[in-house]
């Protein structure tokens, strides 16, 4: 696989965590360094935690959960979204009674960002390319549109309030749908 085409996958695969990101930095404040480490570091963690697990279980998870995991991606990011745009309805603007950071809240943020991850793994062990590269390339992009994202929606959700509530959601469950339907054509 060529360098371009690895950036260009981890790009694809890193966008999620660009769009959730800056949901969180709109509707959790403060953002500390302590918020944007763990957020960092766990969507990180599962994309690549997964991109590994789908390589290493190629045949298998491509064959069981690739008829599903477009499903779940968008479930989630539909979730997410549509609760952002009901808030938006109902002329609130977001703030988590806890730290999204942490616990639950955290893992189900990661496993949305990553799902399509495994799914990439696992064609890159059906057809024996190197994992290595693309496993850090995909790391440090993770990480930076995090960071990147955190910093956006912070601002932005600052700036523009609950119109940017308004902007997240509509990005989040046009995501969702976009999930669906590139799976779906192809």
Same mark, same amino acid.
């Given at each position: 696989?060529?360098?371009?085409?690895?950036?260009?996958?981890?790009?694809?695969?890193?966008?999620?965590?660009?769009?959730?990101?800056?949901?969180?930095?709109?509707?959790?404040?403060?953002?500390?360094?302590?918020?944007?480490?763990?957020?960092?570091?766990?969507?990180?963690?599962?994309?690549?935690?997964?991109?590994?697990?789908?390589?290493?279980?190629?045949?298998?998870?491509?064959?069981?959960?690739?008829?599903?995991?477009?499903?779940?991606?968008?479930?989630?990011?539909?979730?997410?979204?549509?609760?952002?745009?009901?808030?938006?309805?109902?002329?609130?603007?977001?703030?988590?009674?806890?730290?999204?950071?942490? %616990?639950?809240? #955290?893992?189900? &943020?990661? =496993?949305? $960002?990553?799902?399509?991850? *495994? @799914?990439?793994?696992?064609?890159?062990?059906?057809?024996?390319?190197?994992?290595?590269?693309?496993?850090?390339?995909?790391?440090?992009?993770?990480?930076?549109?995090?960071?990147?994202?955190?910093?956006?929606?912070?601002?932005?959700?600052?700036?523009?309030?609950?119109?940017?509530?308004?902007?997240? %959601?509509?990005? #989040?469950?046009? &995501?969702? =749908?976009? $999930?669906?339907?590139?799976? *779906? @054509?192809?």
């Amino acid at each position: 696989m060529s360098y371009f085409t690895i950036v260009i996958v981890a790009l694809g695969l890193s966008m999620d965590t660009l769009a959730i990101a800056a949901a969180v930095g709109m509707g959790y404040q403060p953002i500390t360094f302590r918020t944007v480490f763990r957020i960092g570091w766990h969507f990180t963690l599962f994309q690549v935690g997964l991109l590994v697990l789908g390589y290493e279980a190629g045949a298998f998870i491509n064959q069981y959960l690739s008829a599903y995991d477009h499903w779940l991606a968008a479930g989630l990011l539909w979730a997410i979204g549509g609760h952002m745009l009901w808030e938006w309805y109902e002329g609130k603007l977001p703030t988590y009674s806890s730290d999204p950071s942490r %616990g639950l809240s #955290l893992v189900v &943020l990661s =496993v949305a $960002t990553s799902i399509d991850a *495994l @799914a990439v793994g696992g064609s890159l062990g059906l057809t024996g390319q190197p994992i290595g590269l693309a496993a850090v390339v995909l790391a440090v992009m993770t990480a930076g549109l995090a960071v990147v994202g955190l910093e956006f929606g912070r601002r932005l959700g600052g700036i523009l309030g609950r119109w940017a509530l308004l902007a997240g %959601g509509v990005a #989040l469950t046009g &995501l969702g =749908v976009k $999930t669906l339907v590139n799976h *779906l @054509a192809g």
